[in-house]
């Protein structure tokens, strides 16, 4: 099992930035790829980030330039950076680990925490 803990949402004008972090706990030892995914009411959760054990990153197209996803290994954790943010950007962000299970995955998530971009 793997336990999620995120924070750093909040509320931000257009334009400002927000970092999110996410600490791993548990069966990190499973882990192969991290990622942020985001769900504004009515649509569909969608991946925002994400980033292999071994440092690839891949990123929406609409976040390219904007976002920015690292790893801290020592500390299990994982960081959102949001730059230059829209109030398109404005979603519940939650984050995801994925371990290999056979010849599928599992996904592990966390509680979500809110980011909200004003005018």
Known sequence: QVQLVESGGGLVQAGGSLRLSCAASGSIF??????WYRQAPGKQRDLVASITSGGS???????????????????????????????EDTAVYYCNA??????????????????????
């Open 30 to 35: 499973s882990i192969n790829a991290m990622g």
């Open 57 to 87: 990153t891949n990123y929406a197209d609409s976040v390219k330039g904007r976002f920015t996803i690292s790893r801290d290994n020592a500390k299990n954790t994982v960081y959102l950076q949001m730059n230059s943010l829209k109030p």
């Open 98 to 119: 994925r371990s290999p299970w056979g010849s599928s995955w599992l996904d592990y998530w966390g509680q979500g925490t809110q980011v909200t971009v004003s005018l």
